[in-house]
């Protein structure tokens, strides 16, 4: 069941942000967009690789009004533990956005993206500054996401939004956007055959 268009379920978490325990709730973000993301586990082989290009590109998130979350359902400590291990003995290191503990499982569950085997499926939603999904997309677990495509994704949802308009397959910012109407896509699709 999908959660896009519907409010994203409210959370409370400990979270670590740099070296600083802290506890981070959803609502504190309302007004900006934020790109809440699972992964399965802390010192594992994909997640670190996802983890490390949110946050060499968190400039490009918070340009966009967007605040990124990660959430495993690790303990707190364990996210320490994995930040104070340097990139190149297979850690962290500096991250810059917070990394959420959801001991419980209790957010990976409301999110639809908890395995019976107790882990998170790979799972990114986008949320409006209002509370809503306005994306969301799941996968395995062998298979790291895209930044870029994160972002270009973002861009397109707030164009959209901004414009009224629609962004059509492989939009990239700075590209035309189109009208709801039976014109505008006769014109697009006589421009790309």
Known sequence: MSLVTKNAPAFTADAVLGQQFKQISLEQY?????????????FTFVCPTEITAFSDHLDQFEKL????????????????AWINTSRVQGGLGEIRFPLLSDLKKEISQSYGVLLDAGVALRGLFIID????????????????R?????IRVLEA?????ETGETCPANWKPGQKTLKASSEDIKKWMSQKH
């Open 157 to 161: 949802i707030q164009t959209a939004r």
């Open 30 to 42: 309302k007004g900006r967009w934020v790109v809440l993301f699972f992964y399965p586990l802390d």
């Open 146 to 150: 895209s930044v870029d495509e994160t």
């Open 65 to 80: 009004n967007a605040t990124v979350l990660g959430v495993s359902v690790d303990s707190k400590f364990s996210h320490l």
């Open 129 to 144: 500054p209002e509370g809503k999904v306005a994306y969301e997309v799941v996968h395995d677990l062998n298979v790291g």
